[in-house]
């Protein structure tokens, strides 16, 4: 099999091109003198792609002016994957020690051989692979992953299932099937398994938890596989249980309309029912504070025109009508509603 | 009307029967809330703290003070045990009260409207109303009754929101057991109520519970009444004329 015409951005780096050239023909140098002859393959390797200002010297005409193809591998990151034994050339193949031309078969593209590389020490994973829509689609347009774009390159971490970290489960979730799968993955965010995953709680489900990864990715509500998916973490799991939706707008706009109704309903609700309770204690407060300060200085509480033509009015209409018993501030008969409570 | 004796603290008297007591100082107190009230409302408030501290934290997961809020409670899975205890006993307390009101209903016949009632009545529209045109000095304050319609919507409230709120949690706590009884989708519906509904909750608690109950300038800065029990007198008189009135006429308490 063969993974043809990796369409994948390269990653670019902006380095100043003048210090790049300098630092190239420095390690060159050393590269020469020291690294050729007795350096193995990574160490050897590292000796010039190790050095984070490292760019391509004869870099490819379509890169923009100014801008350089760093060819840096963070050594660090790539002894500390689960790959730390193997030889760059093991993917690299082709790749030697010998300067400059370090490259046997320049007329096959690099990326190409390393991807296909996995195939030959991961038979299996890869047989699966073959079988999913995803590599359907990469044979078709290239739209499907390949085994770089959910695993990367250099710092492929060791696979522990079932025993994901949260972190872990959210970044494949927002940073590899995210990005080609943005609006599920905007959808299933409001859900709970990523609510809680985002808050560290690791048994909640991740898109793999549920699709799997590798092959049989579909999922449809009420089938026996969907079942089988949610039985991992929910035993009691039936048919009915599928048709949880994961995947609903924010707005419920694609839902079964019992789902919109209730959110229209109780929404709706909510905001009616708060802001009328908050629009009575505004004018209850209003009330007090101008009790208050009609208690604490008499005129403050007049400085509002329209409240004092109302006062007065009402004193027009209750003239001569005897003081309710709430009236504590028998001092002046029209402060019969402005008194303490 | 003179005549009428008060009982005295601890003395003998009809079940329901509340009693004036003079404190220390001298001042006349009514004791409107039994114990067994107090504890109702100590549960209530308490668990509810606890689900509105546990809840929305897993509702905003995504801003910044629900990651800081979870980090103090140690994750996901303390609050969501914390916030089904807290629900639990919840539900307990409310259990505990519908059986309380059964058994006064039912049992000693106690009438569902009226001045002592919980229920709302005719009387409320018409406070509400007037406290209205009174926050607009175009009347005075109403006299209220026992309950002001504000404390029988609050109270009412609860039936709602444990209606709501606690059916929906059971829903999501036992999701394939609610799959038995109806499709997944209702889980979908279950979580829009049980936000919606926590939400309106809280908000209620704190812009217009915590204000009429507690704010409120003849109360402020809180009203304990609601832990004591006790009411000062000359508070009821001013807060809640017609009861006062009551009362007096009764004979439960000594008039001002």
Not at chain 1, 15 to 42: E, H, P, T
Not at chain 1, 289 to 303: E, I, P, Q
Not at chain 2, 55 to 73: H, I, N, T
Request: proline share 4%; net charge negative.
């Amino acid at each position: 099999m063969n993974l043809t015409g990796v369409g994948l951005p390269r990653p670019r780096r902006r380095v100043s091109r003048v210090a790049a050239s300098a630092a190239f023909s420095a390690i060159l140098m050393l590269g020469l003198f020291v690294g050729v002859a007795s350096a193995q393959d990574v160490e050897g390797c590292l000796i010039c792609h190790g050095d984070p200002n490292f760019t391509d010297p004869t870099p490819p005409e379509n890169l923009e002016e100014g801008e350089d193809l760093s060819l840096y591998v963070d050594a660090e990151k790539f002894l500390g994957s689960v790959h730390d034994e193997l030889k760059c050339s093991d993917c690299h193949k082709g790749f030697l020690l010998t300067i400059p031309n370090h490259q046997i078969d320049v007329d096959k593209d690099f990326r190409q051989v390393a991807i296909e590389a996995c195939e030959g020490c991961h038979q299996e994973a890869f047989q699966q692979y073959q079988t999913s829509e995803h590599a359907q689609r990469f044979y078709e347009d290239q739209a499907g992953p390949i085994c770089i774009s959910c695993h990367g390159s250099h710092a492929i971490r060791r696979v522990n299932l079932g025993e994901e970290s949260a972190d872990f489960k959210m970044s494949m979730a927002r940073d590899s099937c995210g990005q080609c799968h943005e609006d599920k993955f905007e959808q299933a965010s409001h859900e709970f398994h990523f609510k809680a995953l985002s808050l560290g709680y690791e048994r909640a489900a991740t898109c793999f938890d549920c699709h799997g990864f590798h092959d049989n990715l579909a999922l449809t509500s009420g089938e026996p596989e969907t079942v089988e998916a949610c039985r991992q973490c929910h035993p009691g799991a039936n048919k009915g249980f599928t048709y949880f939706q994961m995947h609903l707008q924010e707005g419920f706009q694609d839902a079964w309309w019992g789902v919109r109704a209730v959110y229209y309903l109780f929404s709706t609700l909510l905001v009616v029912v708060l802001v009328t309770g908050i629009a009575y204690t505004t004018v209850h407060f209003q009330k007090e504070t101008r009790t208050m300060l009609g208690v604490f200085g008499r005129g403050a509480g007049r400085l509002f025109g329209f409240i004092r033509h109302l006062e007065e009015e009402s004193v027009k209409e209750r003239e001569g009508r005897p003081n309710g018993p709430e009236d504590h501030s028998n001092d002046k008969p029209e402060n019969d509603h402005r008194g303490m409570l | 009307m003179a005549e009428a004796t008060y009982p005295a603290v601890g003395e003998e008297r009809p079940e329901g029967a509340a009693v004036a007591e003079t404190n220390v100082e001298g001042r006349d107190y009514y004791v409107r809330f039994s114990p067994y009230h107090r504890l109702s409302h100590f549960v209530m408030m308490t668990t509810f703290i606890g689900c509105a501290l546990t809840g929305p934290p897993l509702k905003y997961s995504y801003d910044f003070w629900a990651q800081a809020m979870m980090g103090f409670w140690g994750g996901v899975q303390n609050a969501g045990l914390i916030h089904r205890v807290m629900a639990g006993f919840m539900v307990a307390d409310f259990v505990v009260h519908v059986l309380y009101l059964g058994y006064h209903i039912g049992v000693k016949k106690a009438k569902i409207f009226g001045p002592d009632s919980i229920f709302f009545w005719k009387k409320d529209l018409s406070d509400a109303l007037g406290m209205v045109k009174w926050f607009f000095d175009r009347g005075p304050r109403p006299r209220f009754e026992r309950f002001t319609f504000w404390e029988k919507f609050d109270y009412w409230a609860v039936f709602w929101g444990i209606a709501m709120i606690g059916t929906s949690g059971f829903a999501l706590w036992f999701p394939t057991v609610t799959s038995t009884l109806v499709s997944g989708i209702f889980l979908n519906v279950a979580r829009i109520i049980h936000g919606d509904e926590a939400i309106l909750a809280i908000g209620w608690i704190l812009f217009v519970h915590l204000y009429n109950s507690h704010l409120r300038m003849n109360v402020f800065p809180m009203d304990p009444v609601i832990f004591t029990g006790r009411m000062p007198v000359e508070h009821v008189k001013h807060d809640k004329a017609a009861w006062y009135d009551r009362l007096v006429r009764e004979g439960k308490i000594k008039p001002e």
